[in-house]
């Protein structure tokens, strides 16, 4: 069992930046792949992004348009969104999770972090 804690959301402006950290305790870990997830006012959760644990290799929706990056630091156990040129619609709770398989659903999710975009 692990335990996810994501943190380094807050208020900022339009074109800002911040970056998230997901921290991992708990039981020995070693997911197929971490995801980072947002949702925004009103609507459901929706995939930002992913990194396959061991490889490193990422993912995106569409809506990122290359302003976020992921990485993750397997030696601390933690995952990351560097989140750049912020927009107003970018604002949301983003949660972290991981996946055991290629095809597992998401789980362990994390209480989450607000991040507020003003305008």
């Known amino acids: 069992q692990v335990q996810l804690k994501e943190s380094g959301g807050g208020l900022v402006q339009t074109g800002d930046s911040l970056k998230l950290s997901c921290v991992v305790s708990?039981?020995?870990?070693?997911?197929?792949?971490m995801g980072w997830f947002r949702r925004r006012p009103g609507e459901e959760r929706q995939l930002v992004g992913s990194?396959?644990?061991?490889?490193?290799?990422?993912y995106y929706e569409d809506f990122v348009q290359g302003r976020f990056t992921i990485s993750r630091n397997k030696v601390v156990r933690t995952l990351y969104l560097q989140m750049n040129n912020l927009k107003p619609d970018d604002t949301a709770i983003y949660y972290c999770?991981?996946?055991?398989?290629?095809?597992?659903?998401?789980?362990?999710w994390g209480q989450g972090t607000q991040v507020t975009v003003s305008s």
């Open positions: 708990g039981s020995a870990f070693d997911p197929y792949a």
């Open positions: 999770a991981h996946r055991d398989t290629v095809v597992t659903h998401y789980r362990d």
């Open positions: 990194i396959t644990w061991r490889i490193g290799s990422t």
